[in-house]
C-alpha cells in the first residue's frame, strides 16, 4: 500500500527561523510529489516536484526531491507568523489513482 | 473560476439525520474526490470520480455514505443517517486526468463543509 510519513507531525519555532519538513514517500510507479499548505481552510497549492535535485522555489519556500531516498523536504527561511499552517505532502503514481497525503506538520511560528 | 465550490460552509445537526453535501467543481476539471479530514486520521480519502464514474469508494466508511455525481459540474456526498463520529470537515476536490494539461495531478480544494453530528 502506497504511504507519504511526514516529519515532524508539529514544530514551534520563532519569527526569523529557518525550518525544515520532511516528507518521505513510498508510492508504486511514482510520478510527482506535491506540497500543500493549509492554514485555516482548504489546503493551498504550493509545489509539484517531479525529478531530483531541481529546487523548486517560490519566494522564502523552497523544496527539492529525492527519488533516490524517496524523500522531499520543504524548507522556509525567515519565519513569519503568516508561515503558521498545516504543511501536507502528498505523492502521486504515474496512473489514474489520487493523491497520496501524508498527515502533515503543523507550523506554529510566534513573535 | 470561482474555484471548487461546496456548501453547506457549516452543518450541525442530531444523530440520525441524513446529510448532504455539495460540491460544484472547477469546470473544464474531470477528476472530483471527496476527503474527510479529522485531527485523529488526517485526510482520508472517500471516493473519487473520473468523467463522472465512481472510480474507487474504497474509502467511504460505511454503507451509511453515498456519493453521486450526476454531471460534471456537480456532486453530492450523503451520510444517512448520521453519527457523531461523522463530524469532521469534509472537502470536495478537482483536478485534470494525468496527460492532460500542465496542472493535471494538482488537486485544487474547495473550502470544505464542517459537519458536527450532535
Known amino acids: 500500500e502506497d504511504k507519504v510519513v511526514q516529519s515532524p507531525l508539529s514544530l514551534v519555532v520563532h519569527e526569523g527561523d529557518t525550518v525544515t519538513l520532511n516528507c518521505s514517500y513510498e508510492?508504486?510507479?511514482?510520478?510527482?510529489l506535491l506540497w500543500y499548505k493549509q492554514e485555516k481552510k482548504a489546503p493551498t497549492f504550493l509545489f509539484m516536484l517531479t525529478s531530483s535535485g531541481i529546487e523548486k522555489k517560490s519566494g522564502r519556500l523552497s523544496s527539492i526531491l529525492d527519488k533516490k531516498e524517496l524523500f522531499s523536504i520543504l524548507n522556509i527561511t525567515a519565519t513569519q507568523t503568516g508561515d503558521s499552517a498545516v504543511y501536507l505532502c502528498?505523492?502521486?503514481?504515474?496512473?489514474?489513482?489520487?493523491?497520496?497525503f501524508g498527515k502533515g506538520t503543523r507550523l506554529s511560528v510566534i513573535a | 473560476d470561482a474555484g471548487v465550490i461546496q456548501s453547506p460552509r457549516h452543518e450541525v445537526t442530531e444523530m440520525g439525520q441524513e446529510v448532504t453535501l455539495r460540491c460544484k467543481p472547477i469546470?473544464?476539471?474531470?477528476?472530483l474526490f471527496w476527503y474527510r479530514q479529522t485531527m485523529m486520521r488526517g485526510l482520508e480519502l472517500l471516493i473519487y470520480f473520473n468523467n463522472n464514474v465512481p472510480i474507487d469508494d474504497s474509502g467511504m466508511p460505511e454503507d451509511r455514505f453515498s456519493a453521486k455525481m450526476p454531471n460534471a459540474s456537480f456532486s453530492t456526498l450523503k451520510i444517512q443517517p448520521s453519527e457523531p463520529r461523522d463530524s469532521a470537515v469534509y472537502f470536495c476536490a478537482s483536478s485534470l486526468l494525468p496527460g492532460q494539461g500542465s496542472g493535471a495531478n494538482v488537486l485544487t480544494f474547495g473550502a470544505g463543509s464542517r459537519l458536527t453530528v450532535l
Open positions: 469546470s473544464g476539471h474531470n477528476s
Open positions: 502528498a505523492g502521486k503514481n504515474s496512473g489514474n489513482t489520487p493523491l497520496v
Open positions: 508510492v508504486t510507479n511514482f510520478r510527482s
